[in-house]
C-alpha cells in the first residue's frame, strides 16, 4: 500500500513551495499526497505579494475529511493563515495522536508581512508543538519563537536543548543563516543531540528549500524510518533536488522574461 502524506499549507502559484511543492515531493518519494488548503497566495520566486485565507468552514471540512476518510501515515504543516486554522488544526490532531506531524513554523512571508496573527504564535508554541514529532525553524523563525537573537550558533542549540523540553517536541535547528562555508543542522530528538554538517550549497535558486526538506522528512517517516534516517535522506533528496532545478537556470529564466516584458524593454 502506498503510504499517505497529508499536507496542511498554503498555495504557492510560483509552484516552488507551498502545498504545490509538498505535492511534488511526496510523488518524488513515494508517497500519496493528501492536502487541506489553508490558503491562496500571489507569489513569485522571491516575493509574496497577497495572501487570501480559506474560508474557515471549508478548511475545518478538509482536514475532517482527509483524516476520517483515509489512512494518513504522516502529517506535515506549513503556513497556517489564521488563528481559528491553528484552532482547528489542534482539535483534529488530538483526536488522531498515533499520526506523525512534521510542522515547519512559516510566520512571515519575504515582505514581512505575518501569515499567522503573532497573537497566536502562544497558542501555537503551547497547543500545537506537544502534538508534533519534529518542528524545522530555520534561524529566523527560531529567534522570533523565542523571543531573542542568537549571534552565535552554538547559542541557539543550547537554547533548542532547553526549548525541545519545553514545548514538548523534537526540533531540527536548521544552520543555513548561520556564517561559514559549512551548515549545522541540530537535531535535538528523545533528549539527544546530533549535529549534522555539510557544506553550504552556493544554489542561485533556492526557494522552497525549508518546505521541501519539512515535507522529505515527513515522507520518510510515512514510509517508517527513523527520526535521524528521515532527516538524513531527506537531505540527500534536498541536495538532489535543489542541485537538478539550478541546472535549469529556472530562476534566471525568470527574471530575463520579467526584463524582456517590461515596458521600453528592447
Known amino acids: 500500500m502506498i503510504p499517505s502524506l497529508l499536507s496542511i499549507s498554503a498555495s504557492d502559484s510560483s509552484s516552488g513551495a507551498g502545498m504545490q511543492q509538498d505535492i511534488k ?5 513515494g508517497c500519496w499526497a493528501l492536502t487541506a488548503l ?5 507569489q513569485d520566486f522571491t516575493h509574496v505579494y497577497r495572501v487570501h485565507a480559506v474560508p474557515d468552514e471549508w478548511f475545518a471540512q478538509q482536514l475532517s475529511t482527509c483524516l476520517n476518510h ?11 493563515c489564521n488563528r481559528i486554522h491553528l484552532q482547528t488544526t489542534i482539535d483534529l490532531l488530538q483526536a488522531h495522536p ?12 519575504s515582505r514581512a508581512t505575518p501569515l499567522l496573527d503573532t ?3 502562544s497558542l501555537m508554541k503551547q497547543e500545537l508543538f506537544p502534538l508534533c514529532q519534529l518542528i524545522t525553524p530555520n534561524r529566523q523563525e527560531f529567534e522570533l519563537l523565542c523571543g531573542r537573537d542568537f ?14 523540553n519545553e514545548w514538548q517536541t523534537s526540533i ?9 562555508e559549512s551548515v549545522q543542522d541540530t537535531l535535538i530528538h528523545s533528549q539527544e543531540v546530533r549535529i549534522f554538517t ?10 522552497g528549500t525549508g518546505c521541501t526538506l519539512s515535507t522529505a522528512i515527513a515522507c520518510q517517516l510515512a514510509l517508517g524510518k527513523s527520526m535521524e534516517a528521515a532527516y538524513q535522506q531527506a537531505l540527500d533528496y534536498l541536495q538532489l533536488y535543489f542541485t537538478s532545478i539550478n541546472k535549469h537556470r529556472l530562476y534566471e529564466n525568470q527574471h530575463r522574461k520579467r526584463r524582456t516584458e517590461s515596458p521600453g524593454a528592447g
Not at 549571534?151 to 525541545?164: L, N, R
Open 98 to 109: 498515533d499520526i506523525p506531524v512534521v510542522l515547519d513554523p512559516v510566520l512571515f512571508s
Open 198 to 207: 555539510h557544506t553550504k550549497s552556493n544554489w542561485t535558486y533556492q526557494h
Open 151 to 164: 549571534a552565535q550558533h552554538k547559542e541557539a542549540v543550547w537554547t533548542a536543548q532547553q526549548k525541545s
Open 38 to 42: 489553508t490558503g491562496i497566495t500571489v
Open 172 to 180: 531540527l535547528l536548521k544552520g543555513g543563516h548561520y556564517e561559514g
Open 70 to 80: 483515509f489512512r494518513v501515515d504522516a502529517i506535515k504543516i506549513g503556513t497556517l
Open 119 to 121: 497573537d497566536a504564535w
Open 25 to 29: 515531493v511526496a510523488s518524488d518519494l
